[in-house]
């Protein structure tokens, strides 16, 4: 393993930077310049934002035979152009999100703030994963990081603060933003900027004893750490103060009420000699069983309940919950924060021991996918697109927080933090 230079940094450090921004002209119509992160963006919204040669998409998700090439030439074309310009003054950048959902019409809204976090290795448990990452998704942005050298998007990272101390020096700055929009998600974004350095310092010092939870952008993390290993082996001189060490992070806090996280459903494809019949006999072992008339009603009868979940098929529906006694059952060797999780109980119990497909296979497997709307997972089934779809229950930020704090991750697709930050409000150079 590389060692950093020594520095004087035991938790996260934290520090303003220069963002680039699109110049003062393009800002009344910035919600043409944003763009969903990469990975919740349809094929259809990317058609429709490639169309504007000016969209952040260029740089977030750069399509073409070499897509990283194609990001940094887009990049040098619009700094030679001014079509980005630089601030001359760092800061830390306010973010805010006001929002509502479909099932809850109270409004919300997400405070935060845009900063440089210095990268750590995984096992320094400063930067705490609750998600593997594959290994081509960190290689594709590993090489959007060397050709760019920078960060398109901030990443989400959690801290917490029982007390809201930073809350309102952000409160004040969001009063008057440097920019507005409503982005692809109906969200109302805004964005402010926080120069004074005595204000900045307090947002150090508040955040030197944290560690951080990161809730969206695992694999852009891990871009940055291996392109930062990948330049200290390059730079015999290299001290831990340069550009490199550093990464673009959106932090929250953990303690509001404006963290929502969504569930991730399964649905289940391409599997040999599939019965309904057959299927649900298996379930009887382990699992209670019930059925539902109406499967538009699954969510109302599981949620809340451990273990429990919803099953669809094209003709019937159901909700299954595990029988307590059968959870000593599960051979995964796994700590007891992990093991009683919902979605390990499904990925074990259900689409292991049922289903047949085994825990090492599920990552790759072209036989599970992961479907966000749970209207979707029905036109699926109904469609004959999907053989069954699993129906999860939320999940908590106080199993995110018990995972992170004994070292391992949750199943994939385990957490959809919402809403998502947009790209195209500011880049960071590396």
Not at 77 to 103: A, H
Not at 162 to 178: H, R, T, V, W
Not at 214 to 230: C, E, I, T
Not at 239 to 252: A, D, F, I, R, S
Request: hydrophobic share 40%; proline share 5%.
């Amino acid at each position: 393993m590389i060692a950093h230079a020594e520095f004087d940094c035991t938790m996260a450090e934290i520090k303003p930077f220069r963002a680039w921004r699109y110049r003062p002209s393009l800002l009344e119509n910035i919600g043409q310049l944003t763009s969903p992160l990469f990975d919740v963006a349809s094929e259809k919204q990317r058609e429709a934002l490639y169309g504007n040669p000016l969209n952040s998409i260029h740089l977030s998700i750069p399509r073409g035979e070499h897509p990283a090439k194609n990001a940094a030439a887009a990049l040098a074309k619009w700094k030679r152009n001014k079509v980005i310009v630089r601030d001359e003054v760092p800061g830390i950048y306010v973010y805010y999100q006001y929002f509502s959902l479909p099932s809850d019409p109270e409004p919300y809204i997400r405070r935060g703030f845009i900063c440089k976090i210095r990268v750590h290795e995984w096992q320094d448990n400063i930067i705490l994963r609750h998600e593997n990452v594959m290994d081509d998704a960190v290689d594709g942005q590993l090489e959007l990081l060397a050709e760019t050298r920078l960060n398109a998007s901030p990443t989400h990272g959690l801290y917490s603060d029982e007390s809201f101390e930073l809350e309102s020096y952000m409160d004040a700055c969001i009063q008057d933003p440097l920019c507005k929009a409503e982005d692809y998600q109906g969200v109302i974004d805004a964005m402010g900027v926080i120069r004074d350095e005595t204000i900045i310092a307090h947002f150090v010092e508040r955040l030197k004893d944290e560690r951080i939870i990161l809730a969206d952008g695992h694999h852009r993390y891990a871009g940055s750490l291996a392109y930062m290993k990948q330049q200290m082996r390059a730079n015999p001189e290299h001290t831990g103060k340069e550009g490199y060490n550093y990464h673009l992070m959106w932090l929250t806090n953990t303690e509001a009420s404006d963290l929502r996280i969504l569930p991730t459903h399964r649905l289940i494809k391409k599997l040999n000699n599939f019965d309904e019949t057959t299927t649900m006999k298996k379930f009887e072992k382990n699992f209670n069983i019930k059925p539902v008339a109406d499967p538009n009603d699954i969510h109302e009868v599981i949620v809340g309940k451990p273990w429990t979940f919803g099953l669809i098929f094209a003709e019937n529906a159901y909700a299954v919950r595990l029988k307590s006694e059968a959870l000593p059952e599960l051979k995964w060797n796994f700590p007891d924060q992990v093991k009683q999780l919902d979605l390990t109980v499904a990925h074990y119990f259900i689409i292991q021991e049922i289903l047949g497909i085994p825990g090492k296979k599920q990552n790759a497997s072209r036989k599970i996918e992961y479907e966000r709307n749970f209207t979707k997972c029905m036109t699926a089934v109904i469609k004959h697109e999907a053989q069954m779809a699993i129906v999860t229950n939320d999940v908590g930020i106080e199993d995110v927080k018990r995972v992170c704090d004994c070292g391992y991750t949750m199943p994939p697709k385990s957490t959809f933090f919402y809403p998502k930050a947009v790209c195209g409000f500011l880049y960071c150079s590396i």
